[in-house]
C-alpha cells in the first residue's frame, strides 16, 4: 500500500524521524534556556531537573557537546547543583570540606594518612588558611588523594553536607554522586588543574566557607 507514492513503512519512517529531530530541538532548546536561568540564579521546575542531572547526565552530555563543550557542562552542572542546594546545605549540622591533594606544593612535608594528607601549617599552599577557616565555621577537613576517600568519608564520617573543591570533571561527578544519595553538597571548582601545584580561587572560597555558616548570618542580621 502506498501513499503519494511511499510506502506505508517509509512515511511511519520518516515520521519518526521528523519526531526525534523535533525532540531533539526540543531539549536543546531546554538546555540553552535552563544554562540561561541558572546563569541569572533562577530555577523553573527544580525538582523535575535535578531528577533529571542526577540520572541522565549522560544523555544530557552528548547534547550539550552539539552547543558546547565538556568542559562548560561540567561547569553549569556544578553551578546547579550549588544553586539547588545552597539552602539545605547551610543547615547541615555535620559540614565536610574536601580539598584535593594537588593544592599542596611541590616540597609539602605533610604526610599520606589513613584520613587523608594531614596538614603541617608550613605556609607553603593555601591549604593550611582554608583549613583554619573552615574549621572556625564548623567544618571537618579532609585532604584526598583521589576520589575513593569520598566513600570512606562518607561512612566513617556520615556528614550531612559536604563542601568540594576540584578540577571541573571531577566535581561534577562527585556532587552528582553525592545528589544522588541525597546529602547536599556544595562546590568550587580549581581554576588550574593537573597532577601538582593546582590552584583555586582561596578569597572566593574563604567567603563561601563564611557564607554557609548560618550562625555567622544570625550575628550579621542581629547587628
Known amino acids: 500500500m502506498e501513499i503519494f507514492g511511499m510506502s506505508v513503512l517509509e512515511i511511519i519512517g520518516l515520521f519518526s524521524i521528523l519526531l526525534i529531530t523535533i525532540l531533539i530541538l526540543m531539549l536543546l532548546i531546554s538546555i540553552v534556556v535552563g544554562v540561561y536561568l541558572i546563569r541569572r540564579n533562577k530555577l523553573i521546575f527544580p525538582k523535575i531537573f535535578i531528577y533529571i542531572a542526577d540520572n541522565f547526565y549522560s544523555i544530557l552530555l552528548k547534547l550539550f557537546l552539539l552547543i558546547g563543550t565538556e568542559e562548560t557542562f561540567y561547569n553549569v552542572g556544578t553551578e546547579f547543583y550549588n544553586k539547588y542546594y545552597e539552602e539545605q546545605f547551610k543547615k547541615s549540622k555535620n559540614k565536610v570540606l574536601i580539598l584535593p591533594h594537588c593544592l599542596r606544593d611541590a616540597k609539602c612535608p605533610a604526610k599520606l594518612t589513613p584520613n587523608g594528607v594531614e596538614c603541617v601549617f ?92 548560618v550562625d555567622n548570618k544570625n550575628n550579621k542580621t542581629k547587628e
Not at 585532604?143 to 568540594?164: E, H, W
Not at 547536599?184 to 557564607?211: F, S
Open 122 to 213: 608550613c605556609g607553603r599552599c593555601c591549604i593550611g588558611e582554608i583549613i583554619k577557616t573552615a574549621k572556625e565555621n564548623g567544618y571537618k577537613v579532609f585532604i584526598v588523594p583521589g576520589s575513593t576517600f569520598l566513600k570512606r568519608i562518607l561512612r566513617d564520617v556520615k556528614p550531612d553536607g559536604v563542601f568540594g573543591v576540584a578540577c571541573s570533571r571531577d566535581l561534577f561527578y562527585g556532587m552528582n554522586y553525592l545528589s544522588r544519595k541525597g546529602i547536599p553538597a556544595q562546590g568550587q571548582a580549581l581554576i588550574k588543574d593537573g597532577c601538582i601545584n593546582t590552584m583555586v580561587d582561596v578569597n572566593e572560597l574563604l567567603q563561601r566557607l563564611r557564607d554557609s555558616n
